[in-house]
């Protein structure tokens, strides 16, 4: 009786797996048949790619619903207007930098990309040259691993001859999101890991990026030429560095988070050439280098924390007319690290409201929370601390101290010195809070 049932057993087995296997061509055929504007729902299963829409869709896959790639080229491309693809996981893309491989390739313009999976791709989500698009709420998991290699290597003293390295090296990943000449997108509510950079911008402008998390990546935020972008309330952390901004202008950054990007040679937040943007709010802490300010102008930096870094604001000679008003410079090693000497262009207080820094004296005789003396905040080491970190074991000397308590009272020569002439005491935004509590109670 057994006998009998093992060819029944075995039919019905290629049956199961030939319907497996067909996914992938009868997910492609019902996107050709279907009627512009309508949904299609994807069952539980793994259904091949490529896939290509070209016209206006909603694809929505139900909970195990998965388009895996060949391991070539884009699994997913969407190549009309108005498409939407939600709720799938969308793996193995090719590996071809060249060829923009990804696990989602996008030319239509007002796409949504939400609360979808990817994984074991090279870029996550390619945006080129479309507007209004939508990406919300998905899961990137950059590529980390590749086989391992048939081809013999040179053998070592103790090593194989074979090739065992499976190390996708970060310079060879894709981006998690990358964008190129775009324009008015919103990214919203992503987690992107182990990808080369987390968020690419490129040529792309007047877009919304909120309430992101971006980690383990070689830049949590690489970002160029692109103007009138707003960032707003994201996290980047763990990075080679939190974000880099450069060649820009009239960005608004505001509520993020650039917290333990640590390395040598790691920052927090890199402004490279960025004008006229607005830098307020964010918290800028345990990193190696916090905020770095390089040949900038015009920006307003107001309302930041920048605590617990080895080296709390790099500031160069070559950035002018900025202004920073109500930042706490808070636990960093070095405090500042600039070549700025007195006279630059840059303003240090705006309307009578400096910065706190925590080595500065909190003498306020009128108890307005600003220091009735000016700050001095001078840089004894410059870049000899990159150079030899041993250097940081002097911050704290005797030495050091007196130099920075005869500086307050008058400049010494030849130091770089940031000069902040209404620098705030520890009570400031108490008293701030006080004030305003008592404006809005009305009068009995």
């Known amino acids: 009786m057994i006998t009998h049932a093992l060819p029944r057993f075995f039919l019905l087995l290629l049956i199961a797996l030939a319907i497996g296997t067909s996914n992938a061509a009868t ?10 504007n309508e949904t299609i729902h994807i ?23 998965e388009v895996r790639g060949p391991g070539v080229g884009k699994v997913i491309t969407i190549a009309a207007d108005d498409v939407t693809v939600t709720g799938l996981r969308i793996t193995d893309s090719g590996l071809n930098l060249f060829d923009d491989d990804a696990a989602v390739f996008v030319t239509g313009n007002r796409a949504t990309i939400e609360n979808d999976t990817i994984a074991n791709s090279l870029h996550g989500i390619y945006l080129k040259k479309v507007s209004g698009a939508r990406i ?22 103790g090593q194989s001859a074979e090739n ?7 310079n060879r990943r894709g981006n998690g999101i990358h964008q190129w000449n775009c ?15 987390g968020i690419y911008f490129s040529f792309t402008n007047n877009s919304r990026v909120e309430n992101n998390v971006v980690h383990r990546t070689r830049y949590g935020l690489h970002y160029m030429y692109s103007d009138g972008n707003v960032f707003e309330n994201n996290t980047f952390t763990e990075n080679a560095a939190g974000a880099a901004i450069m060649f820009s202008k009239g960005l608004t950054i505001r509520g993020n988070r650039f917290v333990n990007n640590r390395g040598f040679r790691a920052y927090g937040l890199i402004f490279q050439s960025t004008d006229n943007s607005l830098l307020e709010k964010n918290d800028i802490e345990l990193n190696a280098v916090g905020l770095s300010f390089s040949q900038c102008i015009g920006n307003t930096v107001t309302g930041n924390n920048v605590r617990g870094n080895y080296i709390g604001l790099k500031f160069g000679s070559n950035s002018d007319d900025n202004r920073f008003s109500e930042n706490q410079f808070v636990r960093n090693l070095h405090p500042v690290e600039t070549s700025t000497a007195k006279g630059d ?4 207080a705006v309307k009578g409201v400096g910065n706190f820094w925590e080595d500065g004296a909190d003498l306020d005789f009128n108890r307005d929370g600003i220091g009735d003396l000016p700050h001095r905040e001078i840089d004894l080491f410059g870049v000899l601390r990159r150079d030899f970190p041993a250097v940081a074991f002097l911050s704290d000397s005797p030495t050091v101290k007196l130099l920075r ?23 400031f935004w108490k008293i701030r809070a006080h004030r305003a509590a008592r404006a809005i109670v009305p009068n009995k």
């Open 27 to 36: 997910l492609q055929d019902r996107i050709n048949a279907a009627a512009p």
């Open 345 to 348: 262009s840059n303003k240090w």
């Open 183 to 197: 324009d008015g997108n919103l990214i919203s509510g992503n987690d992107i890991s182990e990808t080369r950079d």
């Open 43 to 65: 069952a539980a299963g793994v259904y091949g790619g490529a896939i290509v829409i070209n016209k206006q869709l909603t694809l929505v896959g139900e909970p195990g619903a």
């Open 405 to 427: 308590f005869a500086n307050e009272r008058a400049t010494i020569p030849g130091l770089s010195t940031i000069d902040d002439p209404s620098p705030l005491t520890s009570q």
């Open 164 to 170: 065992c390295d499976t190390t996708l090296v970060e």
């Open 136 to 157: 919300l709420g998905n899961r990137i998991e950059g590529k980390t691993t590749i086989a391992a290699s048939s081809e013999p290597v040179e053998k070592g003293v």
